[in-house]
């Protein structure tokens, strides 16, 4: 069965129902555009944080909280409850997007329980849509698509030789700690889903160890009694150049040496990589509830080998390794770039070749990705809707942007797509003025 829409205007699809999509929506309302389909194969509204049990879906454990602060995270023109801490829980992000929605009329645009299985390039340059309902099959026609799909949804494992004989999951699979009970339990990666998780199962396992292959930046959630992202926002008011030294200093004064932790040293500077905000791991470690290690090079049955010669055995092994970013619905001469590398987008959003393709919230920035989002979709909605050109020089444009990255972020896979969240947002709103789209406040 084919869907077509009857409304003047463009028809625009959108796929995800996360923070990203939603916000989509209602800067397409907004501008205008009435004839608007979201997308979203759960079961309601917010994505990744909504927490679910269902294996292999990805989403948010029991426990999680934000690791960006209330203030740096909440929409600029919806904040949230004042009665909120500095990092609410996912329950209360589930309330605030429900509220984002009826706040905005959100609702009635979206289609839950509907996975976009293919969304194909017409020779008149629609998108042939195709998409599984509660319903059975159908596919409709769209004049654009925006991609709100996310990049947690592909889990991301290294391969080592030998062979591990005892549980083995990805991060995406881990909801809670209690199935760990009375165990002993490796959790491998470094960033914040890894220390979150070694932190939350060393309150029940037997034993819990964390392997980081290298050195990263971890940092408390607050100093000097503020959330640590409002201390870095005062920083970025500094030059650059500035700005690098103090962060390499202050850092080792307020949380110590490495070496107390049993951490690595990293290698490059705070700004070269995303940091892990986390205070309680830090905790857990100097307390010895979580064993540092290093990397591993190899598995041996039950025996997990390390880098540095030492070894231990293990029942149970999380891959908090990441994530690879993937749009298996879309086709491979649409997405013709290494996934594992930076995308050639403008803006992180606009196709090189395609006017009526945008992808939005496809970055990781030094903060939150939602309100970045929303200038993303504000500029979308606004080229759709016929009041802001799309730059006529955008090749030229992307590989600048490229070539010029915020600071000079490590070349590992996971920074394929991190950007500043303060200079990202000043490039956004830079276009939005340099085209004539208005701005929001600097």
Known sequence: MTQNGGAAGPRVCVIGAGPCGLTVVKNLIAAGISDVVCYD?????????VF???????????????????????????????????????WQ??????AYAKQFGLLPFVRPRTRVEQAALRADGKWQVQFIAPDG??????????????????????????????????????????????????VVGGGNSACDIAREISRVAAHTSISMRRGYWVLPKRLLGKPIDHLYASLRRLPCWLVRPIIRLAVPLIVGPWCRYGLQKPR???????????TAILTALR????TPRVGIDRLAGSEVRFQDGSSEKFDCIVWATGFRIAFPFLDLGIVDWDTMKAPPLYLKMMHPRLANLFFIGLFQPLGCIWRLADVQARIAALQIAGRLARPPDIAARTAREMSHPHWRFDAAPRHAIEVDAHDFRRDLLKHLGEAGGGALAA
Not at 52 to 80: A, K
Not at 287 to 290: A, E, L, N, P
């Open 93 to 98: 992000l589930r309330a605030y997007f429900d």
């Open 137 to 186: 099959s159908a596919d409709a026609v769209f004049d654009y698509l925006i991609v709100c799909s996310g990049h947690h949804h592909t889990p991301l494992v290294p391969d080592y030789p030998g062979q591990f004989d005892g549980e083995s999951l990805h991060s995406v699979a881990y909801k809670r700690a209690a199935p760990f009970a009375g165990k002993r339990v490796l």
């Open 287 to 290: 307390d010895g509830r979580v």
């Open 268 to 278: 490059g500077g705070p700004t070269t990589m995303h940091p892990t905000v986390n």
């Open 41 to 49: 194969d759960r079961d309601e509204i917010g994505g990744n944080w």
């Open 52 to 90: 679910t049990e269902t294996g292999g879906r990805s989403s948010v454990y029991e426990t999680t909280q934000l690791i960006s602060s209330r203030r740096y995270t909440e929409f600029e023109d919806y904040p949230m409850p004042r009665d909120y801490p500095d990092y609410p829980s996912h």
